[in-house]
């Protein structure tokens, strides 16, 4: 075997032990997720890789600021990601207000209390109940909500997790990163094979499609 096959056949495995790796993660943070998410009790995590749990209660009125953000209804899928973007931002301002994570600095932060620090796997199965909730309650038409996704790129931060959902008139693919910003702030949702290859803030504002 040349020293060229052998490159080959080391990297198509190193793909294939990746791809594999990938689809073992997807399937751990899916058993995370909240099976019957609804505004009057839903489960977030927190303290890392779900380390911690709490149960959240909305009010009436504070989910209607939820519902609010879809008001006039989106006139199409792109602007029904922006929404989800403003609507992400408003959810994690109340969760955070109950779970004692309100000051979640963007991607893994410094904290003194790691109680109150999110990582990629908090974020993205919150996130996702989130959607959830949305979908049942007949805001996002455009979308269907998918399982979390996985990535792994060394340059991009190391391996990270985000939620997803699916454009249903394309089919394309979407992340909603919530990881990279602080609690309170709009999600990124950008296309997720731009996501998988390893997009980051540093490489600027993803396109708004």
């Known amino acids: 075997m ?48 779900c380390r911690l749990h709490g149960h959240v209660s909305l009010t009436p009125e504070q989910w209607q600021q939820v519902r609010a953000v879809f008001e006039p209804p989106p006139a199409d899928a792109l602007a029904e990601r922006r929404a989800v973007e403003q609507a992400i931002a408003v959810m994690e301002r109340f969760t955070g207000a109950q779970t004692g994570t309100s000051e979640d600095a963007p991607g893994m932060g410094v904290h003194l209390n790691p109680d109150s620090q999110l990582d990629c796997i908090d974020e993205s199965t919150n996130s996702t109940s989130y959607l959830r909730m949305m979908a049942k309650d007949g805001l996002i038409h455009f979308h269907d909500v998918g399982f979390p996704a996985h990535r792994f790129v060394l340059s991009a931060w190391g391996p990270s997790n985000t939620a997803t959902m699916r454009e249903t008139a394309s089919g394309k693919r979407y992340a909603v990163e919530s990881y990279f910003r602080a609690n309170g702030e709009p999600a990124y949702v950008l296309p997720l094979d731009m996501w998988i290859e390893g997009w980051t803030p540093e490489d600027g504002d993803p396109p708004r499609t």
Do not use: M
């Open 2 to 49: 040349t020293v060229q096959s052998f490159r080959l056949l080391a990297a198509a495995v190193a793909c294939l032990l990746l791809s594999a790796c990938a689809e073992q993660e997807e399937h751990r943070v899916a058993k995370l997720l909240d099976a019957q998410p609804t505004p009057a009790s839903f489960k977030v995590c927190y303290g890392n890789s």
